[in-house]
């Protein structure tokens, strides 16, 4: 077995910047059910930064699991990576690039958020 780790920082201001500006195709990387879900919660930017920096966690993640090949990010649908959250506020990652054991967690502290994802693929 395997274990690939990607982590991810995003800083809220700078990327609630982003999600605001005119025209911006931005909000396009989130899943139709983490846009809904973030309606609900006090502050939208920073459930969406957390959203974000756990997809940016599993691209990294995933893409070691290719060293020595092209980046997977040239093929990717960002939408269809989606952050899901139980009652309890707990998370996992939903996806179907790769038949694989994918675990995040989520994390806000002031203005970032970041998210550490593990990746197993069997040997």
């Not at 038949?99 to 040997?123: F, K, P, R």
């Amino acid at each position: 077995m395997s274990t690939f780790v990607g982590i991810d920082l995003v800083h809220i201001p700078s990327f609630g910047e982003q999600l605001d500006r005119p025209g911006t195709r931005f909000i396009d990387v989130f899943h139709p059910v983490e846009l809904r879900r973030a309606l609900t919660k006090p502050n939208r930017v920073e459930h969406l930064a957390g959203c974000w920096a756990a997809k940016e966690a599993f691209v990294k993640a995933w893409s070691q699991t290719l060293y020595g090949q092209p980046p997977v990010e040239t093929e990717m649908i960002w939408n269809e990576i989606c952050v899901e959250q139980d009652q309890w506020g707990r998370v996992r990652l939903r996806q179907d690039f790769i038949d694989t054991s994918v675990e995040i967690s989520i994390s806000h502290d002031g203005d970032y958020a970041t998210a550490v994802c593990l990746v197993e693929l069997g040997s």
